[in-house]
């Protein structure tokens, strides 16, 4: 080890650290600093007793732990001896950068002075050239035990910023990912999303669930939305988003939730899970219980959100699989003549453990993929109230299109209310009363 330390010294100047880089593999409980000043150490203590053998080769081996070894305990020895100086040279592979470790955890601490977060990440960024630099080395004296540069400067400011503000280094799931590029003094800050779980009840129709983009403009304005942008003036997202977005300072908030409903559909009962995504947030620590007022504050009973909680990307991820989870929906639908007893209950013995077979409907062709769909409806419980009229209430797999369960799609339904009973019928209002699968806790 010590040969082919003291090789790569008379080609390269290494400060200690990128030294002992080069044999980071070897020991515990030492820094990649010490490391590098061990090796110089027992370089200078081999050079001095060469020295007083006589042996030329100890001066040289001084000079070059002087010059290219930066070595200050060697330059002082070969003064001593020789009565000779050598000029002090820079590092090849980090150009004297470690020096600023302070200095750049400094400018982080900073930095991150306008977030909240419990934990983070350092990332380095470095010139190509850097890393060659490196990277040829290593091969030209074939090193076994280093590692790479990047490593070492996340490493070490991560210690540093850790030890100052308490917070903790997390590889997986940091809040924030810091990313350093020590060669051109460069700090960007990464704000990792946030993600807060609940449900939500929709209260009043006519309201859809997502940001509805003007059809003629897509978005950017024109007298068909008003200039607004929007075929809608406000969206459960909206609604919801809105209010998060204050608190937490953040640019963009996404919603996803456990399926949807259409425009003039209540989602009644203990609502529908949703997960709010808040993307590049400067606040964390929320209040949920205030976040729960300032929401239903701001959608004025339009929207109600209950039971909020800080949850993760994977609770997005099983909400995003549930659609198909089990509802109850409430259907009201008037005939064009009156409905008897014996049609009602042949319409309960039919759809009751029924297999539907849906072709997506016409009326959502222009945005969804032209296929057949089998959803399953598990109970069906019908009511009357009036000659005319029929309320229906249907448990089923999620994702069954009640409206045309009931008028049959022209067909693309099998079966129907419709084919059933053989009478049109239109739903006056459908309500989602339960989506029964408890999905990521929430």
């Not at 993929?369 to 019908?382: G, P, S, W």
Request: charged content about 35%.
């Amino acid at each position: 080890m010590l040969e082919k330390a003291e090789e790569i010294l008379k080609k390269y100047t290494l400060c200690d650290r990128c030294l002992g880089r080069q044999f980071a593999l070897l020991g515990y409980g030492l820094n990649n600093m010490e490391r590098g000043s061990a090796i110089k150490t027992l370089l200078l203590m081999k050079a001095d007793l060469l020295i007083n053998e006589g042996d030329q080769r100890g001066v040289d081996l001084l000079k070059t732990l002087g010059s290219k070894g930066l070595s200050d305990s060697a330059r002082a020895t070969l003064r001593k001896r020789k009565g000779e100086t050598v000029k002090k040279g820079e590092c090849y592979i980090c150009e004297g950068k470690f020096e600023l470790l302070d200095e750049l955890t400094e400018k982080t601490i900073e930095r991150l002075k306008e977030y909240e977060f419990r934990s983070f990440l350092i990332g380095i960024d470095l010139p190509r050239e850097v890393e060659e630099r490196e990277d040829e080395l290593k091969a030209e004296f074939k090193v076994e035990y280093g590692e790479n540069l990047r490593n070492e400067f996340s490493r070490e400011i991560g210690k540093r910023i850790s030890k100052k503000l308490s917070k903790k280094v997390d590889y997986k799931t940091p809040d924030l990912v810091v990313l350093i590029n020590p060669f051109e003094n460069r700090i960007e800050v990464q704000s990792n999303p946030l993600f807060i779980g609940g449900r939500y009840r929709k209260l009043k129709r006519g309201i859809p669930q997502t940001k509805w983009l003007c059809s003629k403009c897509m978005g950017r304005g024109c007298e068909r939305c008003n200039w607004t942008g929007k075929m809608y003036p406000e969206s459960i997202q909206e609604l919801i988003a809105k209010p998060v977005l204050d608190l937490t300072l953040g640019k963009e908030a996404v919603l996803h939730a456990a399926g949807r409903e259409d425009i003039d559909v209540l989602m009644l009962g203990d609502g529908r899970p949703f997960v709010i995504e808040v993307k590049e947030p400067k606040k964390r620590f929320l209040d949920l219980e205030e976040l729960t007022e300032r929401i239903n504050e701001y959608a004025k009973g339009k929207v109600e959100v209950l039971n909020l909680r800080f949850v993760d990307r994977k609770t997005v991820r099983e909400i995003k699989k549930s659609e198909s989870a089990e509802k109850i929906y409430r259907a009201v639908v008037k005939f064009n003549r009156e409905i008897t007893d014996e049609e009602i209950e042949a319409l309960e013995k039919t759809l009751n453990g029924a297999k539907i077979t849906q072709r997506t409907p016409t009326r959502v062709l222009h945005r969804r993929a032209d296929k057949i769909r089998e959803k399953y409806i598990y109970e069906t419980k019908i009511k009357k109230l009036m000659p005319d009229m029929l309320e229906f209430r249907i448990r089923s797999e999620g994702g069954l299109y009640i409206k045309e369960l009931i008028d049959g799609d022209g067909g693309r339904t099998r079966p129907s209310v419709a084919d059933i009973i053989g009478v049109e019928g239109k739903v006056e209002k459908l309500d989602v009363l339960k989506v029964v699968k408890n999905l990521g806790g929430l």
